[in-house]
């Protein structure tokens, strides 16, 4: 393992524990050549899953790329990075415990939008904006007025209470959103402009 600072190989452990989900075990390293702390995890290697996009494209999942786009329509929102974290797992968990090679993007994109609705209204509707690809302005306000009237609001920080549960996709025109499409191709510009996303791409 090269240290992040000196690109040294020479290390060693100094703390080594299991993470609160008991599915990783956590180590602290400490490089022998500048003494910088860093930390390594070490999972179980399970089979990949390629995801399905809209037009037939597949793709290798990809925590990493997943983490970043619930981040960003988390961008300035008050929701801590355990939260996204343990989104990240879950949904890891999900498609192993699928055991199936393959899983539809729309799939991934419900459990998203689930998980965004329960803890931050505001990030929801960035995030449906583009996934649940809106016609125009009007959509998006009815969405809005949705999320009002079932008094939705999220809590000043998730993670003192429990995670948000993950459900089934549950998109309110019938289809679930495409977890790793972009913005739409006839999506107004100043709509895609003001709430694009990066591609999910688990």
């Not at 996934?131 to 079932?150: C, H, K, N, P, S």
Request: glycine share 6%; with cysteine; net charge neutral.
């Amino acid at each position: 393992m090269r240290c992040p600072r000196c690109n040294r190989l020479e290390n060693h452990v100094i703390d080594s524990r299991l993470t609160p989900r008991e599915d990783a075990i956590r180590r602290r390293r400490t490089c022998d050549a500048c003494e910088h702390r860093f930390t390594t995890y070490e999972r179980i290697e399970v089979a990949p899953v390629l995801v399905v996009k809209k037009r037939g494209a597949r793709e290798r999942f990809d925590r990493d790329k997943l983490r970043s786009a619930v981040q960003t329509a988390l961008h300035r929102r008050p929701v801590s990075a355990e939260s996204v974290e343990e989104l990240v797992r879950t949904v890891e968990q999900r498609l192993a415990e699928r055991g199936t090679s393959e899983v539809q993007s729309s799939e991934i994109g419900g459990w998203v939008m689930d998980f965004l609705r329960g803890c931050d209204p505001i990030a929801y509707v960035r995030y449906a904006s583009v996934y649940r690809q809106f016609a125009d302005i009007g959509a998006m306000l009815a969405e809005v007025t949705v999320l009002a009237r079932e008094g939705g609001h999220a809590p000043a920080d998730p993670a003192a209470d429990a995670a948000p549960t993950l459900g089934e996709p549950a998109a309110r025109d019938g289809s679930a959103p495409d977890a790793q499409a972009g913005a739409p191709e006839d999506a107004p510009p100043a709509l895609a402009a003001a709430v694009a996303l990066p591609d999910l791409a688990p």
